[in-house]
């Protein structure tokens, strides 16, 4: 049995995002994948949570991330599942069978980019959605992830 980690969120990446920071920083910027963890570790902290962050190029790992949340009990999920967001029906159904609270996050605006990505499977899976703010994206998600479970920045 998998360890508990209540205190936890997972944040989890897909394909190509460790490629943050060289690829395309016109679009997506110059901030690395390491810089979007530190991010998301030093926000979580703020509310007392932990960040486990992840990134995969494969699908499949990327649901096995997921399910693993689930077994460990962990608080809820951001997610920016990459190109699968516009094809995954598998990693929306995942989500959806876990049943944590996730919100998804993009670095870049998909609805003002080309029209196939203009839907997100992983979305309909998600409370809430990002895109267009850069890395400052996932800080909000983890800040509005916290108020949906109840939990107020630590002193």
């Given at each position: 049995?998998?360890?508990?980690?209540?205190?936890?969120?997972?944040?989890?990446?897909?394909?190509?995002?460790?490629?943050?920071?060289?690829?395309?920083?016109?679009?997506?910027?110059?901030?690395?994948?390491?810089?979007?963890?530190?991010?998301?570790?030093?926000?979580?902290?703020?509310?007392?949570?932990?960040?486990?962050?992840?990134?995969?190029n494969r699908?499949?790992?990327?649901?096995?991330?997921?399910?693993?949340?689930?077994?460990?009990?962990?608080?809820?999920?951001?997610?920016?599942?990459?190109?699968?967001?516009?094809?995954?029906?598998?990693?929306?159904?995942?989500?959806?069978?876990?049943?944590?609270?996730?919100?998804?996050?993009?670095?870049?605006?998909?609805?003002?980019?080309?029209?196939?990505?203009?839907?997100?499977?992983?979305?309909?899976?998600?409370?809430?959605?990002?895109?267009?703010?850069?890395?400052?994206?996932?800080?909000?998600?983890?800040?509005?992830?916290?108020?949906?479970?109840?939990?107020?920045?630590k002193a």
């Amino acid at each position: 049995m998998a360890e508990p980690a209540t205190d936890t969120i997972l944040v989890l990446n897909g394909p190509n995002l460790n490629m943050l920071g060289t690829r395309e920083p016109e679009k997506y910027g110059h901030a690395t994948l390491a810089d979007v963890e530190a991010l998301c570790r030093e926000t979580a902290a703020t509310f007392g949570l932990k960040a486990d962050c992840r990134q995969s190029n494969r699908e499949g790992e990327l649901i096995d991330f997921i399910h693993e949340a689930h077994a460990r009990k962990m608080k809820g999920i951001i997610v920016n599942a990459g190109g699968y967001s516009h094809t995954s029906i598998a990693l929306h159904d995942a989500l959806l069978a876990v049943q944590i609270p996730t919100v998804e996050v993009h670095v870049t605006n998909i609805h003002a980019r080309e029209s196939f990505r203009h839907h997100s499977y992983t979305a309909r899976a998600a409370f809430a959605s990002l895109c267009g703010f850069g890395i400052e994206g996932y800080r909000l998600a983890i800040q509005g992830l916290a108020a949906k479970v109840g939990i107020k920045p630590k002193a």
